[in-house]
């Protein structure tokens, strides 16, 4: 007993020395939680570009990015609700616009930073669609398009089709994505024949044929961004933006097929 006694009081000797080095190395440690970062909702067109461009920025800045891809109408019901957004980058103007009447983001912020391409993307070269008008064939089955309601990519492909006199004839062939990253995944899995999308989730090494519709067939797919006002770190969010309307990510934005 008079062993483990001496032996407990000689480690209560060091203890304190013990919890002093484990908070020095709790503190000489980056603490990864405490880096900067920003949270962005970003349409779902922006995938594979804004992935790009989010490297570059946190490379440039030191600032990490977390994009939350999806519909453009879900995401601003999402900042209407309170979601910890700290920039929305959409698919359109009109739902930027909106928020701004609803004071839900920064007006000053706010721009125009792409002009997006609509493409029918036909991935397996047998399917017999070599125009548009060929998906009224009956060897056409199955066509995917975003959610016209909620996706400004669906909207247009539904503007193209009844600019050219074929939503009658398609209408019941349409398969209906959540976004237009899940239509051209409808279509890159081989559930449906082709896919209206964007030309910068199909670019130059996807398999198919892309062929891409006139914007005289469609309103223009203007892209918009904005700092949401509930933001906690607005000088950071306002670096972002600055960065996305920037020389540097024109170029690259314009590599991917924007405008």
């Not at 009224?136 to 400004?152: D, F, S």
């Not at 199909?202 to 519709?213: A, S």
Request: proline fraction near 5%.
């Amino acid at each position: 007993m008079n062993w483990k006694y001496g032996q407990n009081r000689g480690m209560s000797r060091y203890f304190p020395l013990l919890l002093a080095l484990v908070a020095a190395g709790c503190g000489g440690r980056p603490n990864a939680s405490a880096r900067l970062e920003l949270n962005v909702a970003t349409a779902a067109n922006l995938t594979k570009v804004f992935a790009e461009l989010g490297q570059t920025f946190e490379q440039q800045t030191g600032i990490h990015v977390t994009f939350s891809f999806g519909a453009t109408t879900q995401l601003a019901q999402q900042i209407e609700h309170g979601a910890p957004f700290d920039v929305f980058a959409a698919a359109d103007t009109e739902h930027i616009d909106e928020l701004a009447r609803k004071n839900l983001i920064i007006p000053s912020t706010r721009a125009i930073y792409a002009r997006g391409k609509l493409v029918l993307w036909v991935p397996d070269e047998r399917v017999p669609v070599e125009r548009l008008e060929d998906l009224a064939r009956p060897g056409v089955k199955h066509i995917a398009i975003a959610n016209p309601q909620l996706a400004p990519y669906g909207r247009a492909a539904v503007e193209t089709l009844h600019a050219l006199h074929l939503w009658d004839a398609v209408q019941p062939k349409i398969v209906y994505g959540q976004n237009i990253s899940t239509a051209t995944q409808y279509a890159a899995t081989g559930n449906v024949d082709a896919a209206f999308t964007a030309l910068a989730l199909v670019n130059d090494k996807t398999r198919g044929r892309k062929i891409e519709i006139p914007e005289s067939l469609h309103a223009p797919i203007d892209q918009a961004i904005a700092v949401v006002r509930s933001t906690s770190k607005p000088d950071q969010a306002r670096k972002f933006v600055e960065f996305i309307t920037g020389a540097q990510a024109r170029g690259v934005l314009r590599r991917y097929g924007y405008e």
